[in-house]
């Protein structure tokens, strides 16, 4: 019997099936193997308080000490307030012990034996437990966390993997108080429906744009957070383009990430000005002007005023550099310059926007041919 032959689109068709098939199993091994990991930290440092030998010598000072060893270490997210939520994670969800393998249980402190942990574990909280971390990557877990009241915990966990809801989506059912309209309603189904309708649901692949994710596996900013080739080219031109001006400015980071409350934000070019003294942060929208657009520089320049403005220092300048066919759009942010002689000196150092229009087109054009 003769054996058919593979087609061309079968053989498209094959590649793409294995790659999205493997790649939902490495995302799913990484995200498994995060959650763990900061559950483990803050088994830990539970552990430590209780019975730690030398606990009485840190006291409240604890995560802070903690916190600043750990990052000299180059360990990544453990900062302080990091710290308290694995602590926090681990005694929301002690049933996460019976998901160790027999040999992360052996890493387990020697005060936390297995009947100490396992006598607080039902057999229905440890099937949920298996679920959570199958299905829910760490930042769905801390989202989950910070709901103090059960019930309402376990509701949205249940209705999160019913939905398979992205973080996004989930962080917006929460904040639309779905559980209290859900509690009120007189028709719950429906009202259930209509949540499940249209909401955002997570990919089930390796999302290597989650902080959490690159960070635990040691990929630098850059590697990740470019959203296309184009975008890479241009601020690589960018980058150079405000360095040979000569005006002084002094690279200092590229798609810096700063956290504003609970929000990962990335800024795409962060210089110094060593003649106007102040940062100058540069953000590219591959897109026409919208407001929403100056409205997140400022953003950045006003966390920048406040967080990394040294003495001497003048307020931080943005600088916002919108395309589309044909035509750059170049906007600054001047965060709380009141000072006219300032606005002036800042107008008169940094690049004119004709200079950086004219750039950006030249650049645009190269790239549509």
């Known amino acids: 019997?003769?054996?058919?032959?593979?087609?061309?689109?079968?053989?498209?068709?094959?590649i793409r099936q294995v790659h999205e098939h493997l790649?939902?199993?490495?995302?799913?091994?990484?995200?498994?193997?995060?959650?763990?990991?900061?559950?483990?930290?803050?088994?830990?440092?539970?552990?430590?308080?209780?019975?730690?030998?030398?606990?009485?010598?840190?006291?409240?000072?604890?995560?802070?000490?903690?916190?600043?060893?750990?990052?000299?270490l180059q360990i990544s997210n453990c900062n302080q307030r990091q710290l308290y939520r694995y602590v926090h994670f681990y005694r929301t969800y002690p049933e996460?012990?019976?998901?160790?393998?027999?040999?992360?249980?052996?890493?387990?402190?020697?005060?936390?034996?297995?009947?100490?942990?396992?006598g607080t574990v039902s057999p229905k909280s440890s099937l949920s437990a298996g679920r959570l971390l199958q299905r829910l990557s760490y930042s769905h877990l801390e989202l989950l966390v910070e709901l103090d009241d059960k019930p309402k915990r376990i509701f949205y966990e249940t209705e999160c993997l019913r939905g398979s809801w992205s973080v996004r989506e989930l962080k917006r059912q929460i904040n639309s108080l779905y559980y209290e309209r859900s509690g009120l309603s007189k028709d719950k189904r429906k009202l259930a429906k209509l949540a499940q309708t249209g909401?955002?649901?997570?990919?089930?692949?390796?999302?290597?744009?989650?902080?959490?994710?690159?960070?635990?596996?040691?990929?630098?900013?850059?590697?990740?957070m470019s959203e296309s080739h184009l975008e890479d080219q241009l601020l690589d031109k960018i980058q150079e383009f405000l360095l040979e001006l000569g005006h002084g400015f002094c690279f200092e980071a590229r798609q810096k990430r700063i956290l504003i409350g609970d929000t990962h934000n990335f800024v795409d070019l962060v210089f110094y000005h060593r003649i106007l003294k102040c940062h100058v942060l540069v953000e590219l929208k591959?897109?026409?002007?919208?407001?929403?657009?100056i409205g997140q520089l400022n953003t950045y320049v006003s966390w920048y005023?406040?967080?990394?403005?040294?003495?001497?220092?003048?307020?931080?300048?943005?600088?916002?550099?919108?395309?589309?066919?044909?035509?750059?759009?170049?906007?600054?942010?001047?965060?709380?310059?009141d000072n006219g002689l300032f606005v002036s000196k800042y107008q008169l150092e940094l690049p004119k926007k004709e200079e950086m229009q004219k750039f950006i087109e030249e650049q645009m054009r190269e790239a549509g041919e």
Not at 286 to 293: I, K, P, R, S
């Open 1 to 14: 019997m003769k054996k058919s032959m593979m087609t061309f689109e079968q053989l498209v068709a094959s």
């Open 23 to 72: 790649a939902a199993q490495a995302g799913k091994a990484v995200n498994i193997s995060l959650s763990l990991r900061n559950w483990m930290i803050g088994l830990y440092i539970a552990e430590f308080e209780l019975h730690g030998a030398d606990r009485a010598t840190y006291g409240d000072k604890l995560l802070s000490e903690l916190s600043d060893t750990l990052t000299g």
């Open 96 to 118: 996460i012990w019976v998901t160790l393998s027999p040999q992360m249980k052996k890493l387990l402190p020697i005060h936390k034996t297995q009947r100490g942990i396992s």
């Open 199 to 224: 909401a955002d649901m997570s990919e089930p692949k390796l999302n290597i744009r989650d902080p959490y994710v690159f960070e635990f596996l040691g990929l630098k900013a850059r590697e990740v």
């Open 286 to 293: 591959l897109a026409e002007f919208d407001h929403q657009n």
């Open 305 to 337: 005023k406040k967080n990394m403005r040294s003495a001497g220092d003048n307020p931080p300048v943005g600088i916002l550099l919108c395309t589309r066919k044909d035509h750059a759009l170049v906007e600054y942010a001047l965060a709380g310059m």
